[in-house]
């Protein structure tokens, strides 16, 4: 469900996707929400895996966008996969929507252009790179996501990178990366939020190594990778799944 917590801390849920606010009638493909973010017109945005929703403050929800999120090829074996979205960020200064695919697709949404498919996902050339989330540079058209080697045959396997996507060539470019051999809290954790503070251009990430969770700040410029929280042993239980600033 999507909810809003005013300032008293009082939670009004506006949408349940339990039940597809869609077809109500029948039950949901894909009834899990990858991502909201604020609109600056009044309204939300929500992702699911094949889908852009808008969710207004009245609860109303209407469809935006939709895209082939199926792997499968069809019956003559051709590809129709687009993208499956895990994760979407906001430029707050352009109002643009940012869409990740798990396993490198990329697109935008806007008012004015509606939605733009950048990068195809193709099954057939997956290389193993999973992308877990992602984040804007307001207003610079720099769009970020934190990427898993999980191809068991790469050299690289196992390392984690944050990318920006390239308008060039239409790809993911590596910008820093880390692997579990520098130790501390980035030994073995899984992040899960990134964030990018547009006045300097650091990135911020949550992350969890087993039961504990902490937030870092990673400076591209001499690829320093601080903690700035982890959590003890005794105060587990829960994890931080995303991350966004405020300045």
Same mark, same amino acid.
């Given at each position: 469900?999507?909810?809003?917590?005013?300032?008293?801390?009082?939670?009004?849920?506006?949408?349940?996707?339990?039940?597809?606010?869609?077809?109500?009638?029948?039950?949901?493909?894909?009834?899990? !929400?990858?991502?909201?973010?604020?609109?600056?017109?009044?309204?939300?945005?929500?992702?699911?895996?094949?889908?852009?929703?808008?969710?207004?403050?009245? *609860?109303?929800?209407?469809?935006?966008?939709?895209?082939? +999120?199926?792997?499968?090829?069809?019956?003559?074996?051709?590809?129709?996969?687009?993208?499956?979205?895990?994760?979407?960020?906001?430029?707050?200064?352009?109002?643009?929507?940012?869409?990740?695919?798990?396993? *490198?697709?990329?697109?935008?949404?806007?008012?004015?252009?509606?939605?733009?498919?950048?990068?195809? +996902?193709?099954?057939?050339?997956?290389?193993?790179?999973?992308?877990?989330?992602?984040?804007?540079?307001?207003?610079?058209?720099?769009?970020?996501?934190?990427?898993?080697?999980?191809?068991?045959?790469?050299?690289?396997?196992?390392?984690?990178?944050?990318?920006?996507?390239?308008?060039?060539? !239409?790809?993911?470019?590596?910008?820093?990366?880390?692997?579990?051999?520098?130790?501390?809290?980035?030994?073995?954790?899984?992040?899960?939020?990134?964030?990018?503070?547009?006045?300097?251009?650091?990135?911020?990430?949550? +992350?969890?190594?087993?039961?504990?969770?902490?937030?870092?700040?990673?400076?591209? +410029?001499?690829?320093?990778?601080?903690?700035?929280?982890?959590?003890?042993?005794?105060?587990?239980?829960?994890?931080?799944?995303?991350?966004?600033?405020?300045?």
């Amino acid at each position: 469900s999507l909810s809003v917590i005013d300032e008293s801390g009082a939670c009004t849920r506006l949408a349940e996707f339990s039940v597809d606010p869609l077809m109500p009638d029948e039950p949901p493909l894909n009834p899990y !929400l990858l991502g909201v973010v604020t609109h600056p017109s009044g309204y939300y945005v929500a992702a699911r895996i094949d889908e852009l929703v808008r969710i207004d403050p009245d *609860g109303t929800v209407s469809q935006l966008a939709s895209w082939s +999120a199926d792997p499968a090829p069809d019956e003559d074996g051709n590809f129709s996969y687009d993208m499956t979205v895990w994760s979407i960020s906001l430029d707050i200064l352009t109002g643009e929507v940012g869409l990740v695919g798990r396993y *490198g697709g990329f697109g935008t949404w806007s008012e004015e252009s509606g939605l733009e498919i950048h990068k195809r +996902a193709n099954p057939e050339e997956w290389d193993g790179q999973i992308l877990n989330c992602g984040a804007s540079k307001d207003g610079s058209g720099g769009w970020y996501s934190i990427v898993n080697d999980a191809n068991g045959d790469s050299p690289t396997y196992g390392e984690v990178s944050i990318r920006r996507f390239n308008w060039n060539t !239409l790809n993911w470019e590596v910008r820093i990366t880390w692997t579990d051999e520098l130790g501390g809290a980035q030994e073995y954790a899984a992040p899960f939020g990134i964030t990018v503070n547009g006045d300097n251009g650091d990135y911020y990430v949550t +992350a969890s190594v087993a039961s504990v969770y902490t937030v870092w700040r990673v400076r591209e +410029a001499d690829e320093l990778i601080t903690d700035l929280y982890t959590s003890d042993w005794n105060n587990a239980g829960h994890q931080y799944m995303g991350i966004i600033s405020n300045y």
